[in-house]
C-alpha cells in the first residue's frame, strides 16, 4: 500500500473522542454524534488533509476513526500514541504498551501505524532514560507495528534526546508559545518529520492569525512538515484547509 503525500494541515482527532477539558477555549463541549463524526471524518479526507492524529488518551477517537474511515485507509496516514490512558495515568512497561498498541491496531482497524509516538508525561526526560519506552517503540517499528516512530513531548531536554532515535516529532509551537522553536529547526537539520500540535493553542488564537504565523511569519516555517488542528466541525476544518491552500508557498 502506497503511502499518501503528507499534507501540510493535519487533523487532529481529539475532540471527536471526548469533551475537551479546561484548557480548551471549546471545554465542555458536547460530542459529536456517529454522524457527525463520520461526516467530518470523511470531509476531512475529501478536502485534501491527509494526516490523521489521534491517542488511546482521546477516548472513543481511535474506535470511531476505524469505525468509519477505515475502508479509505490508503488515503491518510495514521498517526497514534501510546503511554497515556483516558484516565490520565500512564503506562510504559513493555507489556502495558504492547497492549495498548495491539488494542489501537484493533480499534483503528489496521495492521500498522504510519507514525506512533510517545505521549510522554511531565517527567519526559525520566521516561526517555529510565523506562522501556525507546525499547519498546525501537522493538515495535523492527516489528512492523509502526512505520516511523518518535515523541511527543513536553520539555526542550527531552526532545532533543528524543532526536536521538525519533523519526518523527510532535512540538507544540504556536505564536503564543515560541519556547519550542530550537527543538523544530534541530528536528529539521537531522531531516526528521515535524508535527505542530496547539498550533491554536488550544483553540485561544485567531485561526487566521495562527496559521499566517505558521505558515509565513515563523523563523521555523520552513522546518514545519504538518501542522495538527483538531475541531468537531467540518466548515471549520475546511475553512482552515482554505486558509492553507492560500498561504501556502
Given at each position: 500500500m502506497n503511502t499518501p503525500v503528507l499534507s501540510k494541515l493535519g487533523f487532529g482527532a481529539y475532540q471527536i473522542g471526548r469533551i475537551p477539558s479546561d484548557k480548551y477555549a471549546s471545554a465542555g463541549s458536547s460530542l459529536p454524534t456517529d454522524e457527525e463524526a463520520e461526516q467530518l471524518l470523511g470531509g476531512v479526507l475529501d478536502c485534501g488533509i491527509t494526516l490523521i492524529d489521534t491517542a488511546p488518551a482521546y477516548g472513543i477517537s481511535e474506535e470511531r476513526i476505524g469505525k468509519f474511515i477505515s475502508h479509505r485507509r490508503s488515503e491518510y496516514i495514521l498517526s497514534s500514541k501510546v503511554g497515556e490512558r483516558v484516565d490520565g495515568s500512564f503506562d510504559f512497561s513493555f507489556k502495558g504498551m504492547a497492549a495498548s498498541v495491539e488494542q489501537s491496531l484493533k480499534a483503528l482497524k489496521t495492521d500498522h501505524l504510519d507514525y506512533l509516538l510517545i505521549h510522554a508525561p511531565p517527567d519526559d526526560l525520566a521516561l526517555l532514560t529510565d523506562s522501556d519506552a525507546v525499547e519498546f517503540m525501537c522493538d515495535a517499528k523492527q516489528n512492523g507495528l509502526a512505520t516511523h516512530i518518535g515523541f511527543s513531548g513536553k520539555t526542550i531536554e527531552a526532545q532533543m534526546?528524543?532526536?536521538?532515535?525519533?523519526?518523527?516529532?510532535?512540538?507544540?509551537y504556536s505564536h503564543a508559545n515560541q519556547s519550542q522553536e530550537?527543538?523544530?529547526l534541530a528536528a529539521h537539520e537531522l531531516n526528521t518529520i515535524v508535527l505542530v500540535k496547539k498550533a491554536l493553542n488550544s483553540g485561544h488564537l485567531d485561526p487566521q492569525d495562527a496559521i499566517q504565523f505558521l505558515l509565513c511569519d515563523s523563523p521555523a516555517k520552513d522546518s514545519i512538515d504538518s501542522i495538527v488542528i483538531g475541531s468537531k466541525s467540518l466548515p471549520r476544518m475546511e475553512e482552515n484547509q482554505q486558509r492553507f491552500t492560500t498561504l501556502a508557498p
Open positions: 534526546h528524543a532526536l536521538q532515535w525519533s523519526d518523527v516529532m510532535m512540538i507544540e530550537d527543538v523544530i
